[in-house]
């Protein structure tokens, strides 16, 4: 391949973008392809902050967090002065194809380079959220779930000795897989979570019951886009407006643990665990996925697979349709959440 690949990170950081950066360089390089890195995403592309990426400047990324590249939510798309700006860049820079490392919103604005403005594009999936479809893991979840079971498990003394229940709030905007995974693994008492629309008159009673057996502390994961079921929504509109924010989810659980103490007289804490699931090393299976993808991704453009994603299905990766993921969700398997269920109460 004489002419270069480009990649950039877009959307929100996560654990393992490095590694990825990493296994399409070191890929690449066996192939004698040389590679591009672009800053701030698809702004880089836009502005032309772009610049060579070596073995050397790779070298020993796979440990580190975030993304040497950085990132922005920025979308071409919505201005036809950027798709010209990135026209002549594209064509400054000697650039033969582009891997797009993104989440939902990345990965369906590449969908849409490659198929309107027929950019050879391959994509790699990332997000803690792990609600892209055609892939059975992001990378980035693992390490999210491990600092979320991991503040679980320290809750679970303090509520213990102070007879309290701990409402432990994390992210995972429409989905819940990082609090049933999370929850599951930290051994909560029960999980809310955005596919299944809670009523806080059976939360109350779980916990009433609990501390008539003599269990007079809890543990609720709570994910952010958490919602209560319409029977029984005590949200205000302010609230709900303020809550449920696109660009800034979170505060049901705040909430969640104040109605709890005013209708049954429990002590109640919230936690809310925040941008620390987001930072930080990610563990040795975000660094092998991520590897693993990189490195399929340069493998699918040079076979000219444009228009696809790496991804994970099994132990295998295997290239799956961007159009088919893009603006989608993967919501939590209700297989994994019934398991979930045995351990509530």
């Known amino acids: 391949m004489e002419k270069y690949i480009g990649v950039l990170t877009g959307g929100g950081d996560c654990p ?73 860049n594209w064509r400054k820079f000697g650039l033969g194809a582009l891997i797009v490392v993104g989440g939902n919103g990345t990965l369906s604005c590449a969908a849409k380079m490659w198929s309107d403005h027929k950019y050879p594009i391959v994509g790699i999936p990332k997000t803690i959220d792990n609600d892209v479809p055609g892939t059975d893991y992001t990378f980035g979840f693992d390490t999210a779930v491990s600092i979320a079971t991991e503040a679980i498990d320290r809750l679970h003394t303090t509520a213990e000795a102070h007879h309290r229940v701990m409402v432990v709030e994390v992210m995972g905007r429409h989905t819940g897989w990082i609090a049933t995974c999370a929850g599951i693994a930290g051994g909560a008492d029960l999980i809310l979570i955005p596919e299944r629309p809670f009523r806080l008159s059976e939360i109350c009673e779980m916990l009433v019951k609990r501390r008539e057996e003599g269990r007079p502390f809890s543990i609720i994961v709570v994910a952010e886009d958490s919602r209560p079921h319409p029977d029984e929504d005590f949200l205000t509109s302010e609230q709900h407006n303020r809550i449920y924010r696109e660009e800034h989810l979170g505060g049901i659980g705040q909430l969640v643990a104040r109605k709890i103490e005013e209708r049954i007289n429990i002590s109640t804490r919230i936690t809310v665990l925040g941008y620390i699931q987001r930072g930080g090393s990610p563990t040795a299976y975000d660094r092998v996925l991520a590897t693993r993808l990189g490195v399929q991704a340069v493998e699918m453009v040079i076979r000219s697979e444009f228009g696809m994603m790496a991804a994970l299905r099994g132990t295998k990766t295997i290239g799956f349709p961007l159009e088919e993921a893009a603006n989608k969700t993967k919501t939590v398997d209700p297989d994994l959440f019934k398991t979930a269920e045995v351990f509530f109460g």
């Open 16 to 88: 393992g973008l490095n590694a990825a950066i990493r296994g399409v360089v070191r890929r690449a390089l066996i192939d004698d392809i040389r590679v591009l890195g672009i800053h701030s995403g698809w702004q880089g592309l836009i502005s032309g902050r772009i610049e060579p990426l070596t073995r050397y400047s790779v070298a020993g990324l796979q440990y580190k967090g975030g993304t040497i590249l950085g990132t922005s939510r920025c979308n071409p798309l919505t201005s036809e002065e950027w798709l010209q700006k990135i026209h002549e």
